[in-house]
């Protein structure tokens, strides 16, 4: 059975999970929903839907299902997955709920049946098995360095790129195995 590829629900969910992702900057130890107000803003602004601010036990939730993210997407670039990384996925799978709607056309949708945070957490988990479903999950992945793991798409043809950006994690790259080469160090 051959499934067409809808481009712009790709972009749709692979932008909200990069942007989630992407939230925390590693390398220059930023975090843009560190606290409550900063992810109850962060929610509307990506998806127009209104969350009460977290407490402090449902934003380190929160944060946690990032990091948990990112590592699935560290995967989805070859690396290994440690014990345990998955875990905050698996308890918001458990707390998922969903519902079914129509559209005026009658096709069936799902969507989650909650529209607090467990909901946004349900968002989540949709956008991967969307993109599951179109055949883009794996592109979308974490860069390899591990100073940056910035989550980024894949566009390339044959879904080979390693780097967020080859001008710099990927020049930093090349420079480290050149010196390893050469025997000069880093």
Same mark, same amino acid.
């Given at each position: 059975?051959?499934?067409?590829v809808?481009?712009?629900?790709?972009?749709?969910?692979s932008?909200?999970?990069?942007?989630f992702?992407?939230?925390?900057?590693?390398?220059?130890?930023t975090?843009?929903?560190?606290?409550?107000?900063?992810?109850?803003?962060w929610?509307r602004?990506?998806t127009?839907e209104?969350?009460d601010?977290?407490?402090?036990e449902?934003?380190?939730r +929160?944060?946690?299902?990032?990091e948990?993210l990112?590592?699935l997407?560290?995967?989805n670039?070859?690396e290994?997955?440690?014990?345990?990384?998955l875990?905050?996925?698996?308890?918001?799978?458990e707390?998922s709920?969903f519902?079914?709607t129509?559209s005026?056309?009658? &096709?069936l949708?799902?969507a989650?049946?909650?529209?607090?945070?467990?909901?946004?957490?349900a968002?989540?988990? +949709?956008?991967?098995?969307?993109l599951?479903?179109?055949?883009?999950?794996?592109?979308l992945?974490? &860069?390899?360095?591990?100073?940056?793991?910035?989550?980024?798409?894949d566009?390339?043809?044959n879904?080979s790129?390693?780097? &967020?950006?080859?001008?710099?994690?990927?020049?930093?790259?090349?420079?480290?195995?050149?010196?390893?080469?050469?025997?000069?160090?880093?």
């Amino acid at each position: 059975m051959s499934t067409t590829v809808n481009k712009e629900a790709v972009e749709q969910e692979s932008g909200l999970l990069v942007e989630f992702v992407n939230t925390r900057d590693i390398e220059e130890e930023t975090d843009s929903i560190a606290d409550a107000r900063g992810l109850q803003l962060w929610i509307r602004e990506r998806t127009g839907e209104y969350v009460d601010a977290p407490d402090e036990e449902a934003l380190d939730r +929160l944060l946690a299902l990032r990091e948990s993210l990112r590592a699935l997407l560290r995967a989805n670039n070859g690396e290994e997955i440690e014990a345990g990384e998955l875990t905050p996925l698996e308890e918001a799978a458990e707390r998922s709920r969903f519902r079914t709607t129509f559209s005026a056309g009658g &096709c069936l949708d799902i969507a989650p049946a909650r529209s607090d945070l467990s909901g946004f957490e349900a968002r989540l988990l +949709l956008a991967i098995e969307r993109l599951q479903s179109q055949g883009a999950w794996l592109r979308l992945k974490a &860069c390899t360095d591990d100073e940056c793991q910035w989550a980024f798409y894949d566009a390339t043809r044959n879904h080979s790129r390693t780097w &967020c950006s080859m001008d710099v994690c990927g020049n930093r790259e090349k420079t480290r195995r050149y010196r390893e080469r050469k025997g000069t160090g880093s």
